[in-house]
């Protein structure tokens, strides 16, 4: 079974960037093979999906995070990013990594306007 921690997270004025880390532990072989979300869970909102990296490194993305928001992963160190570029308020969230049924603890992000 692979742990999953994310980190990175923080408060940035809107424009902003920030760089989210997804790291890896247990059952590194199996996270090289499958893909990695990130998911997002705004204030009082339902957590949704916003990025997945597949094990060809394929991507794909939410609309509304499309353009700004890149997602990449280096299997030599076990980890799976996402850049976010010109951030909005609408971005401030609590952050998850998922891979397969395995979630991470999440990291706050909070845009100011």
């Known amino acids: 079974q692979v742990q999953l921690v994310e980190s990175g997270g923080g408060l940035v004025q809107a424009g902003g960037s920030l760089r989210l880390s997804c790291a890896a532990s247990?059952?590194?072989?199996?996270?090289?093979?499958?893909?990695v979300y990130w998911y997002r869970q705004p204030p009082g909102k339902l957590r949704e999906w916003i990025a997945v990296?597949?094990?060809?490194?394929?991507?794909n993305y939410e609309d509304s995070v499309k353009g700004r928001f890149v997602i990449s992963r280096d299997n030599a160190q076990n980890t799976v990013y996402l850049q976010m570029n010109s951030l909005k308020p609408e971005d401030t969230g609590v952050y998850y990594c998922?891979?397969?049924?395995?979630w991470g603890p999440g990291t706050q992000v909070t845009v100011s306007s």
């Open positions: 990296i597949g094990s060809t490194d394929s991507t």
């Open positions: 998922k891979q397969g049924p395995n």
């Open positions: 247990g059952s590194i072989f199996s996270f090289k093979l499958k893909a």
